[in-house]
């Protein structure tokens, strides 16, 4: 099916219910809570179908062109084997329930395996790729529309930034859609990224692993969580699974929220950012790069040092060493699928009973995502004993001038702050029955 004169800004529920008149796909909060809007998209990917759950209600039309739409859970997990009630509540993060609980809906998930797909109900996996193949010849390129530009490489990505350093930049659009949503804004033109092949992979190197901006906070996770086991239950925090389908770890980085959860973490974990923008010259034009620490490419809320031209390009996280202690917090309202009030990130490496190394990332307590120097200083060097927390404790909690608003007081996170250290310390001394994660352990096994 082809649609035209589609607006740059149209969401895509706005043209399932709308346009199409496709009324089962419901919007509920408009901002990518609830899982009303939920719809799976089928893509190919190396010849054949990667499937993900998303939020329609966030998700611009344009940037679904050339997939499909079908059900993902099942179709992942083939015939339904392999789901269990951990990995189905996993996947419904994302969906508040408004009828029936959740109970039954884990239980029919999880009974899904047993059962046989019914005829006529299966997915023709290879006619649907090779249908999005002809589909994805015959459509006119989005990369040469006057009002969505989505480029397929990274050199023609650039110039199209160079020729239009005015239009609003998306890389997943989980943030930018509350802009259209709820404050109502109108975008005349739109650069996408997430098309340009060259950032939708993640490379490994021998001291660093580097993940393009294209690619989703899902991947994103998943490729850090291989090198940090104990990232899986925070990544499983970190919004819900259609948000993390849809959103790039690029884009919540290039956005630059006080209160986006993988800035604090990758600054703890010393991780870089690669700007890159085309640059002219006589022969006519070239690729030109600068790459800084993460927490110097923010100046001010939600402000940067990117140049009109430029766009975040590469997140560069340096491989662990083995040797340093590595520790991430959220404190929000809601355990699963909220933003946070407070987060404490802590990378920190100790050796004859001394801090030798130590790095500090906070969010949700000042105007940008921030790294906590002067509470660093006070823990470099030190012995590594219940006093030189306490002074630590005190130095965070001074260190920065948090506000008031609807998740938590100025008051709240300062104290909180320097109780996330607090509990730091603790488990480093073997108590393992002070946080949500020990609970579940303990639940699991009962």
Avoid at 40 to 64: F, M, P, T, W
Avoid at 380 to 400: C, I, K, Y
């Amino acid at each position: 099916m082809a649609l035209r004169n589609v607006p740059p800004d149209r969401t895509l529920l706005q043209v399932l219910r709308d346009d199409l008149s496709l009324k089962a796909t419901k919007e509920g909060c408009g901002e990518g809570d609830c899982g009303a809007c939920t719809v799976v998209l089928g893509e190919a990917v190396n010849g054949q179908l990667a499937y993900k759950a998303i939020n329609s209600c966030i998700r611009l039309a344009h940037s679904v062109n050339g997939m499909a739409g079908l059900f993902g859970m099942y179709q992942n997990n083939p015939g339904g084997q392999g789901i269990t009630r951990e990995s189905a509540q996993a996947d419904l993060a994302g969906n508040l329930c408004r009828c029936t609980g959740y109970r039954p809906i884990l239980e029919a998930a999880v009974t899904m395996g047993g059962l046989p797909l019914p005829a006529g109900c299966g997915v023709d996996e290879l006619a649907t790729v090779q249908a999005l193949k002809s589909i994805k010849g015959k459509a006119p390129s989005i990369a040469g529309d006057a009002n969505y530009l989505r480029p397929t490489s990274l050199h023609a990505l650039l110039q199209a930034r160079a020729r239009h350093p005015q239009a609003q930049l998306v890389a997943g659009c989980t943030d930018v859609g509350l802009w259209v949503t709820k404050h109502h804004r109108r975008f005349e033109q739109v650069i996408d990224v997430t098309a340009a092949r060259e950032l939708r992979r993640v490379e490994t190197y021998p001291h660093h692993i580097a993940i393009g901006a294209a690619v989703s906070l899902t991947q994103a996770f998943k490729a850090l969580v291989k090198e940090r086991p104990q990232l899986l239950h925070f990544s499983r925090r970190f919004a819900g699974l259609p948000v993390r389908n849809s959103g790039t770890l690029g884009g919540n980085v290039a956005n630059g929220s006080p209160i986006g959860d993988s800035m604090p973490l990758l600054i703890a974990l010393g991780a870089s950012v690669v700007l890159m923008r085309w640059k002219k010259t006589r022969q006519g034009g070239e690729v030109a790069h600068r790459e800084l620490r993460l927490e110097d490419l923010y100046t001010g809320y939600r402000t940067n040092v990117m140049r009109p031209d430029e766009l975040l390009a590469w997140i560069k996280v340096p491989r662990p060493t083995g040797q340093a202690l590595e520790k991430i917090y959220k404190i929000s309202k809601r355990f699963d699928d909220d933003i946070s009030a407070i987060c404490l990130a802590i990378q920190m490496t100790i050796k004859g009973g001394v801090v030798q190394q130590v790095s500090i990332g906070a969010g949700g307590v000042a105007a940008t995502p921030a790294r906590a120097r002067q509470t660093e200083a006070a823990l470099l060097g030190q012995p590594w004993n219940a006093d030189t927390v306490m002074a630590a404790q005190a130095a965070l909690r001074s260190e920065f001038q948090p506000i008031s608003d609807m998740r938590a007081s100025a008051h709240y996170r300062q104290t909180v702050l320097g109780n996330l250290l607090q509990r730091f310390w603790l488990e480093r001394q073997g108590k393992t029955t002070i946080n949500l994660e020990s609970l579940h352990s303990v639940e699991a096994l009962a």
